[in-house]
Nanobody, 123 residues
Framework: QVHPVESGGGQVQAGGSLRLSCAAS????????MGWFRQAPGKEREFVAA????????YYVDSVKGRFTISRDNAQNMVYLQMTSLKPEDTAVYYC????????????????WGQGTQVTVSS
């Protein structure tokens, strides 16, 4: 299992950029798929992006394609979400999560969750 801890959230104006980081402790990090989810007030949690254990597989929800990039550094047990061209509708709490499988885009397989980091995009 892994224990994710997110950082890097904050407030930014529309059109700006932020990079979220996720430090995921655990000896088996490199065998986990990792993902980013978000939840805005009054809305359901949304699966934003995922990356497989080698970094060779990635997934993005349509609304962030071309703007967000997920990456990982298995040597450092880190996962990143580079967010550019941010929009007010990207405002949410962003969660890092791990799944005990090399690759999956099934959200229910993501078992290990961080506490979240707030991203606020102002217009």
């Amino acid at each position: 299992q892994v224990h994710p801890v997110e950082s890097g959230g904050g407030q930014v104006q529309a059109g700006g950029s932020l990079r979220l980081s996720c430090a995921a402790s655990g000896r088996t990090f490199s065998s986990h798929a990792m993902g980013w989810f978000r939840q805005a007030p009054g809305k359901e949690r949304e699966f934003v992006a995922a990356i497989g254990w080698t970094g060779g597989n990635t997934y993005y929800v349509d609304s962030v394609k071309g703007r967000f990039t997920i990456s990982r550094d298995n040597a450092q047990n880190m996962v990143y979400l580079q967010m550019t061209s941010l929009k007010p509708e990207d405002t949410a709490v962003y969660y890092c999560a791990g799944a005990p499988t090399p690759w999956t885009i099934q959200s229910y397989e993501y078992e290990f969750w961080g506490q979240g980091t707030q991203v606020t995009v102002s217009s």
